[in-house]
């Protein structure tokens, strides 16, 4: 009988690696980097952040991507979602022929185009357990990608509902990510959950478990909660045991605060010895994502006169880096290379984060002194976006590079 999952990839990597690097990989970002990170072109002193761009996880999918691709050139291939938040990667999965499957208002996916001789690739997010489950029915070849930070997750989630704990989940509950992981606890009967945004929305929680002078009330919860807590949700019920996780992208030191002041709660309400046992928390933060935010910590310390963020709009941890960075300094956050306009010299921008906030058109960006300029992406953006944006802005900008 066929085999038809696979989570290790195809021992592929060598077929694919020389199609790999020449479409992702650059030159001059590998040239700096060995120059200690910082070099000047022209007036223009380049600052590249210790820790940026493409992770471990993202390199694992995107390589599995490729070798499906070379392993199965006559079938179907469909990928759940985007294989990851970066536009010019998903393109790149059009162009070689996989067809992308995404999911409606709700989150569900509609799989009844997808057939046996099919081949399916799950995304570094991961996917629902229903999905899952739906994809196995089919009995189509998986090719799973999901990140092992996002695995390390799911396993504490699952625990947590094993032992009757709901799980407070720290992410965007219309992430791919976090509706993956709040799905393990169905493993469980019982198995309950709620997805807080920030510490805003945690504080909700908190000042109920607590019983705060005007805290919300125990309807108001369920209905704020509508679609971001596990069927029946009930905050009198569910939040005598709370196990905390988090989506591994978001802010590592904004989680860790949102598990100090749950268990503050639970203290105030039930007492240290209740708190001690019917309260967790362990370390679900991804390394990658730490990694990237100490990096832009270390930058801001001594913060460059502008800075740009490279990564997708709908990307995270992009998001929560340029956030990190607006605090110190003018900061651009660019979804693409191509954001940077070389025929007008003017800068197309996501101002602030949030989910919706539409992108904006500067010109007159650059400073007209010398100035330092330091450089970011998220976990999604390969070297060659990086590259390809710092060209753009030193054509601009009159800068011609040597050998």
Request: glycine share 8%; charged share 25%; with cysteine.
């Given at each position: 009988?066929?085999?038809t ?8 990597k ?9 479409e992702?990989h650059?030159?001059?970002?590998e040239r ?7 070099e ?11 820790e ?8 694992r ?15 179907r291939?469909?990928?759940v979602?985007?294989i990851?938040h ?6 790149r ?7 992308f ?7 569900a996916f509609?799989?009844?185009d997808?057939?046996a001789?099919?081949?399916v690739i799950?995304?570094?997010?991961g ?25 390390h ?16 989940i720290?992410?965007k509950?219309?992430?791919e990510?976090?509706?993956a ?11 309950k ?15 109920y ?6 805290h919300?009330t125990r309807q108001?919860l ?15 019920r569910d939040?005598q045991?709370?196990?905390v996780?988090?989506?591994?992208t ?20 039930f007492?240290?010895?209740?708190a001690?046992?019917?309260y967790?928390s ?6 990658a994502?730490?990694?990237r935010q100490?990096?832009?910590v270390a930058?801001?310390?001594d913060p ?6 490279i990564?997708g709009y709908?990307s ?8 990190m960075c607006?605090q ?9 290379a ?7 010299g ?13 992108e904006?058109?500067d010109r007159d960006?650059?400073?007209a ?17 990086i ?17």
């Open positions: 009988m066929e085999e999952y696979f989570r290790k990839g195809f021992g592929l060598a077929e694919v690696k020389g199609t790999i690097d020449a992702y650059c030159a001059l970002v700096i980097r060995a120059r200690g990170y910082q000047t072109f022209g007036d223009v002193t380049v600052q590249l952040a210790q940026f761009g493409f992770c471990y996880g993202v390199d999918a995107v390589d599995y991507a490729y070798e499906t691709v070379h392993k199965f050139p006559d079938r291939i469909f990928l979602g985007e990851i970066n536009p010019h990667v998903n393109r999965m059009t162009e070689m022929g996989i067809r499957i995404y999911p409606d208002s709700l989150g509609d799989f009844s997808v057939v001789d099919d081949v799950l995304p570094a997010f996917v629902p357990l229903d999905a899952f489950h739906d994809l196995r029915e089919i009995r189509c070849i998986l090719v799973d990608t999901t990140c092992g930070s996002v695995l997750v799911w396993k504490r989630v699952d625990e947590y509902a094993r032992d009757g704990f709901t799980a407070l720290h992410g509950y219309y992430h990510e976090s509706r992981t709040a799905s393990q606890v169905s493993k469980h009967p019982n198995g959950y709620v997805i807080v945004r920030d510490m805003e929305e945690a504080m909700l929680v908190c000042n478990v607590a019983g705060r002078t005007g919300r108001e369920v209905t704020h909660f509508a679609g971001k807590a596990s069927a029946g949700f009930d905050p009198e939040f045991r709370i196990g996780a988090n989506q591994t978001m802010l590592a030191n904004e989680s860790l605060a949102i598990g100090a002041e749950v268990r503050k709660a639970m203290v105030e309400r007492g240290e010895e209740h001690s046992t019917y967790r362990f370390g679900t933060i991804c390394s994502t730490q990694e100490d990096a832009v930058m801001m310390a460059p006169d502008v800075m740009i963020v990564g709908n995270s941890n992009t998001n929560h880096l340029a956030h607006r110190h300094t003018r900061t651009y956050h660019v979804q693409d191509a954001c940077i306009e070389i025929d007008t003017a800068i197309r921008h996501k101002p602030e984060l949030g989910a919706d906030v539409p904006r058109l960006w650059l400073p002194r010398p100035f330092a300029l330091g450089i970011t992406a998220g976990a999604s953006t390969p070297n060659n976006k590259g390809e944006a710092l060209l753009r802005l030193l054509t601009i900008r009159g800068v011609a590079l040597d050998g």
